[in-house]
């Protein structure tokens, strides 16, 4: 009997082989009739063990021969787009080429044109919504759709994101923000400290701005601001709310803090968790249920005050979703189901904070990092502003000048460098032509698409660049070492006076400078209008900037996002300045003894750890952020009073 069981096991095993090679067979066929350059990979990069393992695997065949690996084993790891950059595509000695395996074909491509191509072409290269499954938890929405239902969800939900509640993004991303310094920097602003809270704290910010103009309600800085926590709460979007509302066993910012930490594991667990003997994973699914709760009552105390005619303080975007959708009580049937509208309104959220508040937190290590830059940014606050306080700037007149100079350069710069995701996926249903490389070729059917975000944002063939700064001591140590596209310079987007990039001794074939004026056109390309012409921006070519997207499906949130940075970056670099903590490296003590040589020394350390941070402990977790408990830990002082003055 036992070997009956032995021979079936062979057997299942011997059918699988088969399968499998079978389907490598077919894959590698198709790869050479595309015409397309391709590598032959051994398993898919996305298929679950490659996800779960591949650290461990890559350990193990980088002990084999480098002549049995190359060059497949470096496009093996997931996240090769962001440790390789534009490394593997120069390598290859191309811009687009496709990985083949017994799983399935994939496109990966940093080329302009390409991506050009592909996001224009929407119905021919669809977004694989499978992989979007994830933030259907709520319902479906705008990002989980495609096709005619993403059509009808973009037409109900992007009339929200409108100026008006621009303005109250700005307003309210000012008040945050200074609560935020006040949390760090103490009620006077005077006292410095080593901050290892900023993820976090930006983070809050950012729910806290996003529950505000996103939903009406206004979230208080814990700690910070004054509050009558017995009126507080009875809103359901407060953080003060210490005596819970009645059914609820968190509060409103417990259950979506907990739920957004958490997100992957509810997706994957679902109800089962609420059943396992775990703690961890009982308050998960808690989290799930009860922001569900706080998201009902609200969207119902919406319908509600709407339905009444009752008048409202601002535009928020439930609100508008609510009248867009005919659930106003207008229609007898309407266009968004409750499901729905709180699918969108959660893809709001988690689509909004994460990324808005990883812009914020690295803008500030990357100007720690370059105090050049940061004066240069401070010197230019103090020419927009001229010693007004925030509750004196105004958004009609202050933000345009803030994106066309230096704080606008500096959020460009941020996203260039880290992108919100190292790859933006695409897909084929059937064979499509597609030009490569200047040759018509076709990408076969059944084909996940990557558009190597990270990459496209590094190729020397599309940006402008110049030499390195130093050529002994790049910063990464594999991309775009004969140039300086890796480093930090706003200045980049700075134009001349005579249209040029400022500072570029070199351009790139595809990088023509343009500059932009505020139109239509320009706000697609660069990702909103910009000041006067003394002030603009340069403007990427078409395909090479992707922080929002491209094409038809960029990012609805794109204005709220940048309104929200600009005026965070505004408040804190108006009033303070950001040093690297040196705690790691010497004491207070130690530092105040030290020479400027020493100093200089220690902060280079220090800055050289926050770089091997970005390089080496990032992780794609729905957007690209840094792992687990890793910091880079900061100062906040007052200008002035910097312990390191650098060139």
Known sequence: MFEYFLLAIAGLIGFQAVKYLLAWRRNIAEAK??????????AYVFSLPIILFHKHIDRVLR???????SPWLGVMSPMHSWYHLYATFKDLGTDTYLTVSPGGNMLWTASPDVISQITTR?????????MYKNIDIFGKNVVSSEGQYWRHHRKIVSPPFTEKNNHLVWAESIHQ????????TGMDGNQSKTVRSAPEDTMMLSLHVISRAGFGQRLLWPGVEDIDVEKSAKKPG??????????????????????????????????????L?????????????????????????KQAEIGSGASQSGLDLMGAMIRSAGGDGASDKPLLTDEEILGNAFVFILAGHETTANSIHYSTIYLA?????????????????QGRPPSEWSYDKDLPKLFGGMVGATMCEQLRLIPPVIEIPKSTQTVQPLVVNGKRCTVPANT?????TAAAHRNPKAWPHGKPADPKKPVHPVSNLDNDLEEFKPERWLLSGDGQMQGQAHRGAAGATEHTDGSEEDEDATGGPTADSAGALYKPAKGSYLPFSDGARSCLGKRFAQVEVLAVLAVIFSEWSVELALDDFATDEEVEKMSEDEKRECWEKAKDRAMWVFRERMASRITLKMEGHVHTPLRFVRKGKERLEGS
């Not at 509302?245 to 109800?271: C, D, P, W």
């Not at 994973?281 to 119902?300: G, H, V």
């Not at 990092?369 to 502003?385: G, K, T, V």
């Open 177 to 184: 923000a200074q609560s935020m310094m006040k949390s760090w």
């Open 369 to 385: 990092c370059n105090l050049s830059a940061q004066r240069r940014l401070q010197a230019d606050l103090e020419s927009i502003f």
């Open 33 to 42: 009739a595309s015409g397309i350059p391709y590598i032959v990979v051994p």
């Open 238 to 275: 407060s953080n003060a709310d210490t005596n819970k509302r009645a059914g609820h066993q968190m509060t409103y910012f417990e259950a979506l803090s907990t739920l957004l930490e958490n997100l992957i594991l509810v997706v994957a667990g679902g109800k089962l968790l609420e059943r």
């Open 122 to 130: 929407r119905g021919d290269f669809p977004k694989p919504v499978k």
């Open 63 to 69: 002990k084999l021969p480098e002549s049995w690996t």
């Open 277 to 301: 003997p775990s703690k961890a994973a009982n308050t998960a699914y808690l989290s799930f249920t009860e922001w569900r709760k706080y998201m009902t009552d609200m969207l119902q105390d």
């Open 448 to 452: 996940l698409i990557n558009l190597s």
